[in-house]
């Protein structure tokens, strides 16, 4: 069932992408995360991602068609959000366990995951929400391993 109203909270897609990723394959995953959470674009707050992949052309017209601002956070800060589905290989190439779930919950006060990161050729894909400010400490989605 697709949820017309917004939930209580600030919803965040996190994003992960290999170089020259389209915005096709980008707004394909992101449209099956929402749907997985019960969710319309219109839910969604921003995308984040890497701070190093903000310049990816895909992933600016991702967060262009869906009318949201699409926000980069370096690796240490994402290497600090405890995530289920952390990778070896991703922190070998970019210096962080995740990108798509730590994206998603970083920044957000009590986040949660909705949708776990889902996978596609070139990019990943985690729906969160919360509360936006600092993360809470208290709160393992959101505490430092």
Not at 86 to 95: K, N, Q, Y
Not at 117 to 125: C, I, W
């Amino acid at each position: 069932m697709i949820d017309s109203h917004p939930p209580a909270g600030t919803v965040v897609v996190g994003v992960g992408a290999r170089r020259g990723v389209t915005a096709a394959e980008v707004l394909a995953l992101i449209g099956e995360g929402l749907a997985e959470a019960g969710l319309t674009v219109a839910a969604v707050h921003r995308l984040a991602t890497l701070d190093a992949r903000t310049g990816e052309p895909g992933l600016r017209q991702a967060a262009a068609a869906l009318g949201v601002p699409l926000l980069g956070h370096p690796a240490a800060v994402l290497a600090a959000v405890r995530v289920p589905g952390p990778s070896a290989r991703v922190l070998a190439r970019v210096g962080t366990p995740s990108v798509a779930e730590a994206a998603a919950l970083a920044g957000l006060r009590g986040g949660e995951l909705l949708v776990p990161k889902l996978r596609s050729a070139m990019a990943t894909v985690a729906v969160g929400r919360g509360t936006t400010g600092p993360p809470d400490h208290s709160d393992p989605a959101g505490a430092a391993p």
